[in-house]
């Protein structure tokens, strides 16, 4: 390789890597801390080391750091991406770069499944998610050969390989899961009942009928013993209810994904602390399952009590910007708007196990923060930096690459071959 060359890529690599920690003082925000604190107007955040050192007026900076001016501007906490497969999913029409379904025909049950062990912190939807404030998603393993779809981790956006926190477990309940229950949305209650007793050990381990392999009634028990939560996919009011029952007797802890009909039993949802991430978009029911579908899903939890954040349908890891558009929408629908940005933070953040490390604004937590341009929850503005783990984050994806590359005006060769 030639020195040009190799000066090249050097400042490629450097280019797309995060800058070093620093010292900053970010002075004069309207911070909305998520936190009982809730908005600070005209108030400074320290950060120092990664971390969130001190929030407050008049803030001074130490020796060494950097101050940002913001103005007045929003400073958040860094937003959540919803239950995607960024990371396990490149291209989602090649299966060869897709890594969120576990297919075996021989023994389908196997909560065992971790798909944050196919977790690539170099994918190139990971840039993209963090140029619209998201800075942590939770990995949701997808139901193909089992309505039990297996685990997933909460990524923090940053870079780093590994989970946070606690894994969860993914499960899929109602008509769309029926299919991989013999037809019947009814054998997933004797289905989930055969796996307790397993995991319990009121089957023999040597059982031919046993429907767990030895690790899959392990982390099954784990779960039992409220190492973890249940997030269960489910939609209609019937099967939520029946959900709870079986919850409440095993003494699980479970979230809802989806939830349409979800607001039709707010109120046992509440008694139970049982969280929603609610697709604040559905309206019109696309199922059988879903014909209480309403924009004021949201808002009608929330007024009950119940903990609520966001949770898309389809393709969320190629369109994880449009978490803000949900939150933004559950707003216009009666849902207020501080809870809008806690859906969005800290509540998925203390649903999955880490709120004790990011989620709010807060000393002590991880400084992974974004400042707004306007309006976090309405998609006319945008982010003007972010930060995480207290490195400011470059604010360019390979979307945004290719569109300086093919706006640019033309030069003696072709656009693709400029650098």
């Not at 490629?12 to 908005?39: C, E, K, M, W, Y």
């Not at 978490?323 to 203390?350: E, F, H, I, S, Y």
């Not at 490390?357 to 807060?362: A, L, N, P, V």
């Amino acid at each position: 390789m030639s020195r040009l060359a190799l000066t090249a890529a050097l400042a490629a690599l450097l280019a797309s890597a995060p800058a070093f920690a620093q010292d900053v003082l970010i002075r004069n925000a309207t911070v909305h801390t998520a936190s009982a604190r809730g908005t600070l107007e005209h108030a400074d955040v320290l950060v120092q080391g990664g971390v969130i050192r001190a929030v407050g007026a008049g803030l001074t900076a130490p020796a060494g750091a950097s101050v940002v001016e913001a103005a007045g501007k929003p400073l958040t906490p860094a937003l959540f991406g919803g239950i995607t497969d960024i990371g396990i999913d490149e291209v989602s029409g090649e299966s060869s770069t897709v890594h969120s379904t576990l297919k075996l025909e021989d023994q389908p049950l196997r909560p065992e499944f971790d798909v944050s062990l196919a977790y690539n912190p170099a994918s190139v939807l990971i840039p993209v998610a963090r140029l619209d404030g998201i800075g942590f998603t939770a990995l949701g393993a997808n139901t193909g050969g089992s309505f039990i779809a297996g685990q997933g981790g909460v990524m923090r956006l940053d870079g780093s390989a590994d989970p946070i926190g606690p894994l969860a477990l993914y499960i899929r309940l109602g008509a769309s899961g029926a299919e991989l229950t013999g037809s019947s949305r009814a054998a997933q209650w004797m289905l989930l009942e055969q796996m307790v007793s397993e995991a319990r050990g009121r089957v023999p381990a040597d059982s031919p009928h046993a429907l767990l392999t030895p690790a899959g009634r392990a982390t099954l028990a784990r779960y039992l013993a409220g190492q973890g939560r249940l997030v269960v996919e489910v939609d209609r009011a019937a099967d939520i209810r029946q959900l709870l029952r079986w919850a409440a007797r095993e003494k699980v802890k479970i979230a809802i994904a989806g939830g349409a009909e979800a607001w039709r039993i707010a109120p046992q949802l509440a008694q139970a602390n049982v969280p929603v991430f609610v697709d604040a978009l559905g309206n019109l029911p696309t199922s059988f399952d879903q014909l209480g579908a309403t924009l004021e899903n949201a808002a009608r939890l929330r007024k009950a009590g119940v903990e609520v954040s966001f949770a898309q349908r389809d393709d969320a890891s190629h369109n994880a910007r449009k978490m803000r558009q949900l939150a933004g929408n559950a707003v216009a629908n009666g849902l207020p708007w501080q809870d809008g940005l806690a859906g969005l933070t800290r509540v998925p953040a203390q649903v999955l196990g880490v709120g004790d490390r990011i989620g709010s604004i807060e000393p002590g937590k991880l400084a992974d923060l974004v400042l707004w341009e306007g309006d976090p929850l309405d998609v006319a503005h945008y982010a003007e930096q972010v930060w995480l783990g207290g490195k400011a984050v470059p604010m360019r994806s390979r979307q945004t690459e290719l569109r300086d590359r093919y706006a640019a005006p033309a030069g003696s060769e072709p656009r693709a071959y400029s650098w």
